[in-house]
């Protein structure tokens, strides 16, 4: 089956680490997205990539980094910059020429 | 800057009656409106999504109007079932470039089917 998948679906962060959130998809899509959610909020753009070796911030991208090294994965990392990292977080991506974004199950990271 | 108003936040209907959610973006350059529905601890799923050209679009329960002049669209769902229960989201896009969308997401609209 195409898909995204991300994982873990939760993790657990001590203060003053780093996390490594995964994202692979099989879908063949160039454009890649992390977004956070918050309680309450809408979702909010921290990085994309729209092709190999390649990524723009997003509204919200202090205290993350990102990378895409393969065209089917693009990792977020959540540094311990990031202040208040605890947030449901989602990766989507697109096709080229079309509009449909296909999203993952998410990741719910909790800082401890 | 770019922003997407969603109201209400929480809709509770009646099993068999209709549900609208409306949203409102600041942005005339936005084309392209989706909407999306997330259960409980998943992640969203596209239901309908509208252009800018079309001023409506239905698929079977759920329709999607479109004011470009007024710059809101609103989500309706006829026949509510309990398993129309989530959370909704809109969204408005300025379109791609080189197939990168970039969504202004609303805050989200619970909505409750009670049987």
């Given at each position: ?10 993790l ?68 311990s ?31 401890v | ?28 350059a ?9 259960e ?47 959370v ?20 989200g ?6 049987a």
């Open positions: 089956d195409g898909g995204i998948t991300q994982s873990p679906k939760y657990f962060r001590k203060e003053g680490q780093n996390v490594t959130l995964s994202c692979e998809q099989n879908l063949n899509h160039d454009a890649m997205y992390w977004y956070r959610q918050d309680p309450g909020q809408g979702l909010r753009l921290i990085y994309y990539s729209q092709i190999v070796n390649d990524f723009q911030k997003g509204d919200i991208a202090e205290g993350y980094s990102v990378s895409r090294e393969k065209k089917e994965s693009f990792p977020l990392t959540v540094t910059a990031q202040k208040n990292p605890t947030a449901f977080y989602l990766c989507a991506s697109n096709e080229a020429g079309y509009t449909e974004a296909f999203f993952g199950q998410g990741t719910r990271l909790t800082v | 800057g770019e922003n997407v108003e969603q109201h209400p936040s929480t809709l509770s209907v009646q099993e068999g009656d209709s549900a609208v959610i409306k949203c409102t973006y600041s942005d005339s936005s084309n392209y409106f989706p909407w999306y529905k997330q409980l601890g998943k992640g969203p799923q596209l239901i309908i999504d509208i252009r800018s050209n079309v001023g409506e679009k239905k698929d079977q329960r759920i329709a999607v109007t479109l004011n470009k002049t007024a710059k809101h669209f609103s989500l309706h769902i006829t026949e509510t079932q309990p398993e129309d229960s989530a909704y989201f809109c969204a408005a896009s300025k379109g791609a470039v080189s197939g990168t969308y970039k969504y202004i997401f609303g805050t609209t619970r909505l409750k089917v009670l």
